[in-house]
């Protein structure tokens, strides 16, 4: 390799690069928040995995929209936010907006002002922005710091301009409406509530809207409550809903709606503390205290800034770009977002049983997406947060009566299958069992044994409105003909493979736990994907009640999720041999690999194929893995903001990224085996969750010698391309040597 020392960084110590930055100083929030790659993602600030993201908002919410585009030129609020993902909603929000002239101006297509990429700033614990009045043509500079619940704005306004603030508590534009965004119900039940309390020089509201609304159960009680407070008197103040103003009124409910106060016009700098709650307006006051106490904005910022550097600083790089630095400690940033925070000190509300509950609770779980790389990523960096999630989940399902498929803050049926159980075996089978383990398979068995209502009266489709809880839809059909019967329900090929892998992971901890019973059972059904499999068309496809199948060409959809027949080709996670062996041994099934990543057909901006690129080494050609890993980690992750090639899903694009780079991936949770690629940096240390470091070095390393020659594990030579979850906690060595030539193990 001819290194060219003057474009390459080396990093030394932990937290501590040789350049003077500190690790998050790396992270680069506007990768992946481009319109191109639709990669999902935000500036969001605040701790890791904080309860409220506190984001500028380029756009109005709802599902389909993120709150902040980079090509947009216009900012329209600061945002607490709850939205985790392009495709869920965001619930319980608020909205803060500065402003000056004569004219109130309220609405968001009235209030945005331009802004432009040059006088933006963003880090995990500060944003800043310059805003153009085009009306009044002055500048407004806009400052923002954040902590798990709680944030501080400063506002600069020109001299001799009366400073004014837009509060847009809740936001029901039926305007938005579209395929997956409804409004009639949520406009009929919902509506937000503001109060301006001048003595205190505060404002109180709640907003009780979930943009997921149609996808839930009716929640009476639930609220997103808020408590504004500002550092200057109230001179003038009023409410509004939609186009109608209420000057000097000073509480009001509404369907959209909000508050107006200005401020002594000598004022040239308002600062505003803004606290969020689930559980009450004196909860978010206490929050509040306990977070902010102070106005000192640099304090909360350093204290937030700290807070990621703790975790970003366990990875230590040695060798790597400026971009590769930033790639990657951006990655790190994105996967610990979500699950978010949803307990406050001891208390949560819970969005399953509408009710105040003691304990500790997250929500926001991607799980079809991050049960893959982002839940065993954490397995190795956060054990004991991962006892938390599973406990989180079991209350879910002791206060709702099932585990959740995507909590959004409640039940919601996206996506497909039960994959609770994969993070649940997954953990309890490398030994993290930290919760009750007994309520835990309670609670994976039912997913496996029991249909949900109505389950052959109904097809569940993809966003259906909810009628009741969807689990595994089609489980009647799947334990009788061995097959979602695709006449029946819905995306039926997806649903098989992934309910026999679930079953093959609940059958894991079955037999841990002596259930001998449940584990042939289960293992038996683990073995269903066999009966969707074509042999004479080489692919796995719909059939109907009757066996009859159902052809389909490379593009149809029909039957299957986000995906072709060819995405779901190699989706057999819990019996890789067997599938190889089903579709004619390793030469035809690495034949068929070939042809998938050949002829374009591989996705890598969407999940279930994100383990296909390791399956060469289940056929003896590892090389192929590691051209593709290169490929790969290069084409779809870039340090610009069209950075992310696909939705990042709460972390799993960017766990897939930080696995890959490392070495080795998880192609099957659950069974404590990693599968080899090679290692793209030099030299990379980890401090893992139970305090041991390891190490990955890169030996030869340079665009050319790209093959693995060898691995040794703490000096000892691999004899196949795979590792253990328990050896590699012990902490060690492990080091790849590289060459020019493609080489078998």
């Known amino acids: 390799m001819k290194n060219v020392i003057c474009f390459v960084l080396f990093l030394y110590l932990w937290g501590c690069p040789a350049n003077g930055k500190n690790v998050v100083d790396y992270v680069n929030p506007f990768i992946g928040t481009a319109i191109k790659g639709e990669g999902g993602t935000v500036p969001y600030i605040g701790t890791p995995f904080g309860m409220t993201n506190f984001v ?3 756009r109005e919410g709802k599902m389909g929209n993120m709150p902040y585009v980079y090509d947009d030129e216009y900012l329209e609020g600061f945002l607490a936010s709850h939205k985790p993902t392009i495709w869920m909603g965001d619930y319980g929000y608020v909205s803060i907006m500065p402003q000056i002239g004569r004219r109130v101006r309220v609405l968001p297509e ?6 432009s990429h040059e006088g933006e700033s963003a880090s995990p614990h500060y944003y800043s922005v310059d805003l153009w009045d085009e009306e009044n043509g002055q500048k407004i500079r806009a400052e ?8 501080l704005l400063r506002f600069h306004y020109p001299k001799k301009q009366t400073p004014r603030l837009i509060i847009h508590g809740i936001n029901l534009n039926p305007a938005l409406e579209d395929w997956c965004n409804h409004f009639e119900q949520r406009l009929k039940t919902m509506k937000g509530w503001v109060k301006i309390d001048v003595a205190n020089n505060e404002i109180v509201g709640y907003n009780p809207d979930r943009q997921s609304f149609q996808l839930g159960p009716e929640l009476p009680n639930f609220k997103g409550y808020f408590v504004i407070r500002f550092d200057k008197p109230i001179k003038e103040f009023g409410c509004w809903n939609d186009t109608l103003l ?31 709650s689930f559980i009450s307006i004196e909860q978010a006051r206490s929050n509040l205290e306990r977070e902010v106490p102070q106005w000192n904005f640099e304090k909360l910022s350093e204290s937030t800034k700290q807070a990621w550097e703790d975790k970003l600083s366990r990875f230590r790089l040695k060798g790597v770009t400026e971009d590769e630095a930033c790639i990657f400690y951006t990655a790190l940033y994105h996967s610990y977002l979500f699950p978010r925070e ?4 001891g208390k949560y509300y819970s969005a399953f049983d509408d009710r105040i509950h003691e304990g500790i609770s997250y929500t926001d779980f991607s799980l079809w997406d991050t049960f893959r790389a982002f839940h065993p990523l954490m397995t190795f960096l956060e054990p004991q947060l991962t006892n938390d999630w599973i406990t989180s989940l079991l209350q879910m399902y002791e206060e709702g009566g099932w585990l959740p498929m995507w909590p959004n803050p409640s039940y919601t049926n996206i996506m497909i299958a039960t994959h609770a159980d994969a993070v649940i075996v997954d953990a309890f089978m490398k030994g993290i069992r930290g919760y009750d383990v007994n309520l835990a398979y309670e609670a994976i068995r039912k997913d496996a044994m029991t249909p949900p209502d109505c389950d052959t009266k109904r097809r569940y489709g993809d966003r259906d409105y909810w009628t009741s809880y969807e689990g595994r839809a089609g489980a009647s059909f799947y334990h009788s003909l061995g097959y979602v019967a695709d006449d029946f329900t819905a995306e039926s090929v997806s649903r098989t493979l992934e309910y026999a892998y679930d079953d093959w992971c609940v059958a894991q901890m079955a037999k841990e736990m002596g259930k001998e019973d449940d584990y042939k059972r289960l293992m038996s059904f683990s073995q269903n994907y066999r009966n969707l499999y074509n042999s004479e068309e080489g692919f796995f496809l719909p059939r109907n009640y009757d066996g009859s199948w159902v052809l389909l060409d490379d593009n149809s959809r029909h039957g299957l999720t986000e995906g072709s027949k060819w995405t779901y080709l190699f989706c057999v996670l819990q019996d890789i041999p067997g599938m190889i062996d089903l579709m004619g041994g390793k030469d035809k099934f690495s034949n068929m690999l070939d042809r998938n990543f050949d002829e374009g057909h591989y996705r890598h901006d969407n999940e279930p194929g994100h383990h296909y690129i390791y399956l060469y080494d289940y056929c003896d050609e590892p090389w192929k893995t590691q051209e593709l890993v290169r490929k790969h980690v290069r084409l779809n992750y870039r340090n610009t903001p069209d950075g992310v090639n696909g939705n990042d899903d709460c972390g799993q694009m960017s766990a897939w990224y930080l696995f890959s780079v490392m070495g080795f991936y998880p192609v099957t949770p659950g069974s404590n085996k990693f599968a080899i690629g090679a290692a793209q940096y030099p030299e990379l240390e980890v401090r893992l969750g139970n305090g041991e470091i390891l190490s990955i070095k890169a030996e030869n390393l340079s665009e050319e010698n790209k093959y693995v020659q060898a691995v040794y594990w703490n000096g000892q030579k691999l004899a196949e391309p795979f590792l253990d979850y328990f050896d590699l906690m012990k ?13 078998e193990f």
């Open 56 to 58: 500028p908002q380029t």
């Open 110 to 115: 009235e209030r945005r002002m331009l802004f």
């Open 144 to 151: 923002m710091t954040a902590s798990s619940r709680c944030a």
């Open 246 to 276: 209420y000057p000097g009124v000073a509480e009001l409910q509404g369907t959209r709606m909000g508050a107006y106060v200005d401020f002594d016009g000598k004022e040239s700098q308002i600062n505003v503390q803004l606290a969020t």
């Open 342 to 345: 949803f307990s406050e000190y």
């Open 731 to 743: 902490g060690g060595g492990l080091r790849f040597v590289m060459g020019n030539q493609p080489c």
